[in-house]
């Protein structure tokens, strides 16, 4: 696999999943709207005008700090030989860039997955949580070739 495609086709992969799953939701449930109404997992149309877990702070603070991590993401990702680690951190350049659009757009991101013990979130935050956890666990464990 050409080394550029396994960073670039999960984050396009991931950022275009994302838009259109949000695009759904807000087309679909109002603000608040639980599908199924109970139940363990719902989707849940939910505005986040903060960050992760709902903290509070300025989208565009916020939009500014993804667009470094951004930025660092397309000049770091060449350094990188491993191919796995590069999908990785292509999880995460997805996932920033599915919500950087939203906070553009909207100046909030739309959240909906409901798991009813943990805040509502989005496809672009399961990707950035598991391209993390996936790279430092490359970064930390896989052994060097």
């Keep these: 696999m050409n080394r550029s495609l ?3 086709l999960p984050a396009l992969g991931v950022a275009v999943i994302d838009q259109l799953t949000k695009l759904w939701i807000r087309h679909n449930l109002a603000l608040g709207q639980s599908l199924p109404p109970e139940g363990v997992i719902r989707l849940t149309h939910v505005p986040n005008q903060g960050g992760a877990f709902g903290l509070s702070a300025s989208p565009w603070f916020l939009a500014s ?3 470094v991590v ?4 397309l000049l770091f990702y060449r350094q990188i030989s491993s191919l796995s680690l590069r999908a990785s951190l292509g999880l ?3 996932g ?3 919500n950087l659009v939203d906070r553009l757009r909207q100046g909030y991101v739309t959240d909906f997955i409901d798991l009813r013990v943990w805040p509502v979130f989005n496809l672009a935050d399961s990707a950035i949580t598991i391209g993390s956890l996936l790279a430092l666990y490359l970064i930390l464990f896989r052994r060097k070739k």
């Design 65 to 67: 700090i993804t667009g």
């Design 92 to 94: 995460i350049m997805g």
């Design 6 to 8: 396994a960073f670039f």
């Design 96 to 98: 920033g860039v599915g």
């Design 70 to 73: 951004l930025l660092s993401l």
